[in-house]
């Protein structure tokens, strides 16, 4: 009797190792966050890349031409801005996915790879340069972009923004742009580096506290 409860302890015992390393393992996946206390609405995987912004005025012919947040090009070397302006300014935009090898979803306007999962979200700058733009992600919908200095040296560091870029009506009246979320980054001051942590923010605190978040870096020279 004694024999046949040691052998069904055991096995209970291995049962409950066997859950907990299973348990562990669906929080981790190639040293990325993949779960944990993120619900079925929440992102698992941030994506942040600078556009080249293919001929526009602010076309940067250092980024690579297929940027996007497939092939995300995070490095950057750019040239001041001319004082006072924001002519060379740099162009960061982002996703957030599903899962950690999501492939997310197609804009139909021009095919590119875009978010599938609309979350709050916000852009850390540190270093040289500050943060010259934060569009509101729908114009006059429900939606806000909130761009602040938070150290207070008269620089803007920090955009928060509730949700992704959505013009129009999902899948109706879409615009280039929209599923995706943007700022722009410039310097016309100091050589130096700066860089952008952008990631999920739903308390609008910052990128510190979340495992969902991903970095540029832009090297600014004279």
Same mark, same amino acid.
């Given at each position: ?33 993949? !779960? !944990? ?46 004082? !006072? ?85 999902? !899948? ?51």
């Amino acid at each position: 009797m004694k024999k046949n409860m040691l052998t069904m302890l055991m096995v209970v015992l291995a049962a409950t190792m066997l859950a907990a390393t299973a348990a562990s393992a669906s929080y981790w996946d190639d040293g990325g966050y993949d !779960g !944990g206390g993120y619900g079925d609405g929440e992102p698992r995987r941030a994506v942040s890349y600078i556009n080249p912004d293919n001929g526009a005025a602010t076309e940067n012919p250092d980024v690579n031409d297929n940027s996007n947040c497939n092939t995300p090009d995070r490095y950057d070397v750019q040239k001041l801005s001319d004082p !006072g302006t924001v002519n060379r300014n740099v162009h960061n935009d982002a996703c957030f996915f599903k899962g950690y090898r999501s492939g997310g979803a197609v804009s139909k306007v021009d095919g590119r790879p875009v978010s599938d999962v609309d979350a709050p979200a916000t852009f850390d700058s540190f270093g040289v340069g500050y943060i010259s733009a934060c569009p509101d992600p729908d114009g006059a919908g429900p939606k806000v972009a909130i761009l602040s200095d938070t150290n207070r040296d008269g620089r803007n560091d920090r955009c928060f923004q509730s949700g992704y870029q959505d013009q129009g009506v999902k !899948g109706r009246a879409d615009v280039a742009g929209d599923f995706e979320f943007h700022a722009r980054m410039n310097n016309d001051s100091a050589t130096g580096t700066q860089r952008v942590v952008w990631g999920y923010d739903p308390d609008r605190d910052g990128t510190r506290d979340t495992w969902v978040k991903d970095t540029i870096r832009i090297d600014w020279v004279s």
